[in-house]
């Protein structure tokens, strides 16, 4: 039994307030036809909508289950602190003013301390929130109108939960046929956040699948919970996360910052977690219908049916880029849908099936069974039901009736989709579920719904990902409690000399500012990262030095600069002293020193790796085509350490920049190993110290057996105090026991 047991499934409901919207709430529970106790308290009235009201919580026969609170936000934390000493199982906070009002009002930030005081272990959901509907019960807790329905006896159905109460009360009104268990918001999360509320949604056996509208996260680890807990009991999860239009980013120092931002970071994380995201109210929908009635699919073969070659091209176009494809017929499968269809159709997989069969269910049937018997992971029949006010659609049934005989032949699962939302009404919604076949409102969203299922499919299929360390280190310096030192790395050519162990007077692994590259490659070499042998020099005079130590050809660089290409703070493939000399003195008074650097040679391809650190999440890595034209191109990926060996390939696989590394056009190929090993260590680098910011570009990747190499390196650690603020918002200290960001 979870926390939220008592107020998610109730067997007494509890209105406090009588107006306007506690009025409402007792109308609509009645409505619902509540099978157990529902009590009013009022201190004025003796009843209302017919129901008796006590003058006091004290006054209530017992301790509710589930409580609406409908007055002021003042009134509110007295009669939460009185419905904790009642033993009520938990309370819906209606009433707005809180934390939400922004970080200036001290007012709201006061009451929000003292209702997170005053429910102590009693579970609120809110303020500021409509409250939930659990329509598997007929238990209401809502002070508004709603369009669903309660649920059949055995029937399952979808719960939701989102931010927004407004769009809440909107989906309650969808007309697509999907059948609704719990629709719950969630308001500021002041005590209670989504995670917590979904686990507890979840756990009911009606409960088919999930929908989440997430303005944002309460909890790395809840939401690691809830995607886990999900996988065993097999109910996929479908979320729409608002924000990709977000401006703000964080410091944009680096290049990196300037491609990654909240929006990246929640993308990446939702995807760790096997999450599906979709960015549509209709693709929402349709996914958690889709979900609810056949869950995730094993592959991404599709086939499509209908009597239209228009319709066809349609399908054909939607899938093009997508994950889900519609695979050529084999020539036997061919062969089988010809037989069954006749000379006159051109077979082809999207299939024009033409009208030669329409209304011919014999044929028909042998038609869709002789396509759906290639073994596709999905079937889809394309039909829009005429309007029933002005049209017959008797003609149309025999066409569903064929193909709901070709998915049980086969045992395939099917899906009948609607080229316009409105071109299958409510009741041939739920006949078609009834029936085993999941009725899609709109060609793209029922794209969009493939891909998720199939996401969710391979994602069920791979290892759960470690967990996310979050937030910060614990110190705010170094290692983790339970972090150890990374091993030393040998270096894979002559490109580089050993780290030296003996150097002392590198950098720590904390600090404020910015480090100038040398300190910054020196304490990533410390790390185990491949780093090119470099010298410092003072002057023209010791770079030259530096050059013939090192080797020709070498590199001269303006320490303490940030973005050398732009300042002409760099000079590459210098081959003899003359032009090393050359470089030093134009560089003369850019930066705070120079750097002469051996040269990488022989290489395949430029990366761009970077780290920013989220208060939330923790270290956000970036990964990418690199060089000075990075923003430009935006050929990135973001990731969350730790890391695999099979992530990091499969992002630099997902690159369009890979063919490169992969031996393009007879090119030589790349040392993906030896890129993937860096770029692990680089998210090891990030969990082991407070660095908020950290810019590779590039890391050089050469030829196969020659390394991969940090050419260039930009490191920004976190001020003392930005560190412990960044560490308290990350587990919640000192934010009244909240854990949300």
Not at 140 to 156: C, I
Not at 304 to 319: K, L, P, Q, R
Request: a negative charge.
């Amino acid at each position: 039994m979870t926390r939220l047991e008592r107020l998610l499934r109730p067997n007494s409901i509890c209105v406090v307030g009588g107006g306007g919207f506690g009025t409402n709430v007792v109308k609509q529970t009645l409505k619902m036809k509540f099978p157990g106790d529902l009590w009013v308290v009022h201190p004025t009235r003796d009843m209302v909508e017919g129901v008796r009201a006590y003058k006091t919580i004290a006054d209530l026969p017992g301790a509710p289950d589930a409580v609406f609170i409908g007055v002021n936000r003042n009134l509110t934390i007295d009669v939460i602190r009185q419905l904790r000493a009642k033993g009520a199982g938990g309370a819906v906070c209606f009433a707005a003013g809180f934390r939400e009002t922004g970080d200036y009002d001290a007012e709201g930030e006061r009451l929000q301390r003292d209702l997170i005081e005053a429910a102590g272990d009693m579970p609120v959901i809110g303020p500021n929130c409509y409250g939930l509907i659990n329509y598997a019960d007929g238990a209401l807790l809502w002070p508004d109108q709603h369009g669903g329905r309660r649920l059949k006896p055995g029937e399952r159905g979808a719960a939701i939960i989102t931010q927004s109460s407004n769009i809440a009360c909107n989906l309650t009104m969808q007309t697509r046929g999907l059948p609704v268990a719990y629709l719950m918001t969630a308001g500021n999360q002041a005590q209670t956040g989504l995670s917590e509320m979904a686990l507890g949604l979840i756990e009911d056996e009606r409960v088919s699948s999930l929908g989440l509208h997430i303005e944002g996260f309460d909890s790395v680890a809840g939401f690691e919970r809830l995607a886990a807990r999900a996988r065993e009991l097999r109910k996929p999860i479908v979320a729409m996360k608002v924000g990709r239009s977000e401006q703000a980013r964080a410091a944009t120092v680096s290049h990196t910052a300037s491609l990654a931002g909240s929006d990246a970071a929640s993308d990446a994380f939702l995807r760790r977690l096997g999450i599906p995201r979709v960015d549509t109210i209709p693709s929402f929908l349709e996914t958690l219908k889709f979900f609810h009635a056949i869950g995730p699919l094993d592959g991404s073969r599709l086939s499509s049916m209908s009597c239209s070659g228009g319709e066809a091209s349609v399908m054909a176009d939607t899938a093009e880029g997508r994950r889900v494809y519609f695979p050529a017929l084999t020539p036997e499968h061919k062969a089988r849908v010809s037989q069954a269809l006749g000379p006159l159709v051109a077979v082809a997989n999207p299939l024009d099936y033409n009208t030669y069969i329409w209304n011919n269910e014999p044929a028909m049937t042998a038609a869709f069974s002789a396509m759906v018997s290639g073994g596709f992971d999905l079937n889809i029949l394309v039909l829009d039901f005429p309007r029933t006010d002005r049209c017959s659609d008797a003609d149309w049934w025999p066409t569903v009736n064929a193909f709901e005989k070709a998915l049980k032949a086969n045992g395939a699962r099917g899906a009948i989709v609607a080229s316009m939302g409105e071109n299958i009404p409510e009741a041939h919604a739920e006949e078609l579920l009834r029936r085993g076949i999941v009725p899609i409102l709109g060609i793209a969203e029922a794209m969009d719904a493939a891909e998720a299922a199939v996401f969710v499919g391979e994602a069920w299929r791979a290892p759960l990902p470690s967990p996310l360390r979050g937030g910060w280190p614990e110190g705010p310096g170094g290692a983790t409690s339970t972090g150890t030192p990374l091993p030393k790395s040998t270096p894979r050519s002559s490109q580089a000399t050993p780290p030296d162990r003996t150097t002392s007077g590198h950098p720590p692994l904390k600090g404020e500012g910015t480090p100038d590259e040398a300190e910054a490659k020196q304490a990533l070499r410390e790390r185990g990262l491949p780093v090119p042998a470099g010298m410092r020099a003072a002057t023209a005079g010791e770079a030259v030095a530096a050059a013939d130590t090192l080797g020709y050809p070498v590199a001269v660089k303006a320490l303490g600069v940030a973005h050398k290409s732009e300042a002409g703070a760099v000079k590459l493939n210098l081959r003899d002293a003359e032009s090393v000399r050359a470089a030093a003195d134009a560089m003369a008074g850019l930066g705070t020193g120079l750097f002469v650097e051996r040269m990488v040679t022989g290489a395949v391809a430029e990366l761009i790796v970077g780290i920013t650190r989220d208060p939330l999440f923790g270290p956000v890595m970036t990964v990418g085509t690199g060089g000075v034209l990075v923003e430009l191109l935006k050929d990135s990926v973001t990731l969350m350490p730790p890391l695999t060996p099979a992530r990091v390939e499969d992002a630099l696989r997902s690159l369009q920049m890979f063919p490169l590394l992969d031996g393009y056009r007879g090119r030589p190929k790349g040392d993906l190993e030896a890129a993937i090993d860096a770029i692990e260590r680089i998210a090891d680098f990030a969990l082991v110290t407070d660095v908020v910011e950290l810019d590779i570009n590039p890391l050089i990747v050469c030829a196969e057996g020659q390394g991969a190499w940090v050419a260039d390196a930009l490191m920004v650690f976190a001020p003392a105090s930005d560190f412990l603020l960044g560490r308290a918002e990350a587990t919640g200290e000192g934010i009244a026991g909240s854990d949300l960001v």
